[in-house]
C-alpha cells in the first residue's frame, strides 16, 4: 500500500500538481469563519503567483486570504464582498 501521509501541510499542497503559478484556488468560509487558514499560509509559504482566488471576501487583516493577498500570490480576486471588516491589505491593493 502507497503511505500518502505528509509530515506538514506545506508538503501536502507541494505536493498537489495542480497548484502551480496561475491556478484558480477555491476558497471556503464565510468571513473569518470556516476559513482553511492554514492552509492558506502553506499556500502561500510556496511563493506561487499569479493566482486567482474566489472566496466570499478578501479576508482581514494579515489572516486567510489577506495573507495571499499581500504576499503578492494574487494577480485576481474573485469575491461577493471585497470590502468586509478588517479587509485592509484588498483596500491598499485596490487603491
Known amino acids: 500500500m502507497i503511505d500518502k501521509r505528509y509530515a506538514s501541510l506545506t508538503d501536502v ?14 476558497v471556503g468560509g464565510f468571513g473569518d469563519a470556516g476559513v482553511p487558514n492554514e492552509i ?3 499556500v502561500r509559504d510556496l511563493g506561487l503567483k499569479n493566482l486567482t482566488l474566489v472566496s466570499n471576501n478578501t479576508g482581514s487583516g494579515q489572516n486567510g486570504l489577506a495573507a495571499l493577498l499581500s504576499a503578492g500570490c494574487a494577480s485576481k480576486m474573485l469575491c461577493s464582498f471585497p470590502r468586509s471588516v478588517g479587509s485592509v491589505i484588498f483596500e491598499e491593493l485596490y487603491e
Do not use: F, M, Q, S
Open 13 to 26: 499542497v507541494a505536493n498537489c500538481p495542480d497548484l502551480k503559478d496561475g491556478a484558480t484556488v477555491l
Open 40 to 42: 492558506i499560509n502553506a
